[in-house]
């Protein structure tokens, strides 16, 4: 399948990217729910674990988030699906390179208490209520977390969430995407790059607009879907992925497949 050269990612509107998603059920008795989680090394995938990083080259944390792995881990229906992925890329001179796959509950609270910390620092508030809201921009609050219940699984921690961007084959390098990974401003947003060629702020041969097109592209294809609020976060089998197909198609799935699952025993835990 070739890339279409009238592709477009959609625009959408704020509510789209703030719906909540914990309230969709979970179908434990789906023989999907057994996938097991796989190395994406074993399956060929680019990847390096953002939150592991210990050069600190990992704005804003510059150092290992506490609970982060090394190894990057999938379900393993989802793993396969990005080598797919890959074949679509792969004339485009491009491939998935992986940044955050499945998320051990302890790195989510790592990544919340950092936020939670840089809220006192930015607010000067003491205030819970005023931290909480700041942090949430930027993580998901996992301190009423039970593995048995689904209302309190944070989409990484089921295995079936992934963090991804764009590597040239040729050398390696990230492609640029207009926006780093974790900036979370307008710029991040999905649709930014189609708002700004709406305006005439950029045009149709814009390199980030067409690797954003080109990544939405071969994600979709193969149903995985984004989360627009972020051009890199995109899910299948979740309950983000059963909640976007709600917003978006006329008979979608009505239950996830994939819920909370253990960590592996071999994480390489930072």
């Not at 944390?61 to 982060?68: A, C, E, F, L, N």
């Not at 780093?180 to 060629?197: A, G, K, N, P, W």
């Not at 917003?247 to 979608?252: A, E, G, K, S, Y």
């Amino acid at each position: 399948m070739t890339f279409p050269p009238d592709y477009r990612i959609p625009i959408l509107g704020p509510e789209e990217y703030s719906r909540g998603y914990r309230v969709i059920p979970f179908d434990p008795s789906d023989p999907r729910a057994a996938d097991p989680l796989v190395q994406l090394d074993a399956v060929g995938i680019s990847n390096q674990s953002y939150h592991a990083r210990t050069d600190g080259d990992n704005p804003p944390y510059h150092r290992p988030v506490p609970g982060s792995q090394s190894t990057m881990w999938l379900r393993r229906t989802l793993a396969i699906k990005l080598t797919h992925v890959n074949r679509r890329l792969r004339p485009h001179g491009h491939e998935i390179h992986v940044l955050d796959g499945y998320r051990p509950i302890a790195c989510q609270r790592g990544l919340w208490d950092f936020y939670y910390e840089q809220a006192r620092r930015v607010t000067g508030s003491q205030d819970h209520r005023t931290l909480k809201a700041h942090a949430e921009q930027f993580a998901a609050d996992p301190s009423d977390f039970s593995k048995d219940a689904p209302e309190t699984w944070p989409s990484h921690t089921t295995g079936g969430a992934i963090d991804v961007t764009l590597r040239h084959l040729a050398t390696g390098l990230l492609a640029d995407m207009g926006s780093c990974y974790e900036e979370i401003t307008e710029t991040s947003h999905c649709d930014h790059f189609e708002r700004q060629l709406d305006a005439g702020a950029v045009t149709e041969r814009d390199h980030r607009l067409i690797n954003r097109r080109l990544m939405h592209w071969a994600m979709h294809a193969e149903g995985i879907y984004n989360h627009p609020f972020v051009f890199w976060h995109h899910d299948w089998g979740n309950q983000l992925y059963v909640r976007t197909c709600m917003d978006r198609f006329t008979d979608p799935p009505r239950a996830a497949w994939y819920g909370y699952i253990e960590p592996p025993l071999d994480q390489g835990t930072a």
